[in-house]
Nanobody, 115 residues
Framework: QVQLVESGGGLVQAGGSLRLSCVASGSIIGGNIMGWYRQAPGKQRELVAIMASSSSTNYADSVKGRFTISRDNAKNTVYLLLNSLKPEDTGVYYC?????????WGQGTQVTVSS
């Protein structure tokens, strides 16, 4: 089993920044992909950004140029730097890890951007 614990969410004004962190613990298999998804009220969960252990990344078009994902493999931690935040970025941000066998989710952290 793998446990994912997110932190760093909060309330911020439009144009502001936040940094999310997610620490993974437990039976972690190498070669995994870690990343972030979000879910706005009344909408489906969507990919925000993911990063493989090889450092390759994939971003949603809506966040390219504003959000940056990074990870520290030694600490089993993934980060998401959110810059130039917009009200439409509001939602619950979930940490995700997947490997060849399973997919894991964190409990989520709320990000609220006021206009």
């Amino acid at each position: 089993q793998v446990q994912l614990v997110e932190s760093g969410g909060g309330l911020v004004q439009a144009g502001g920044s936040l940094r999310l962190s997610c620490v993974a613990s437990g039976s972690i298999i190498g070669g995994n992909i870690m990343g972030w998804y979000r879910q706005a009220p009344g909408k489906q969960r969507e990919l925000v950004a993911i990063m493989a252990s090889s450092s390759s990344t994939n971003y949603a078009d809506s966040v390219k140029g504003r959000f940056t994902i990074s990870r520290d493999n030694a600490k089993n931690t993934v980060y998401l730097l959110l810059n130039s935040l917009k009200p439409e970025d509001t939602g619950v941000y979930y940490c995700n890890m997947r490997n060849i066998a399973r997919t894991y989710w964190g409990q989520g952290t709320q990000v609220t951007v006021s206009s």
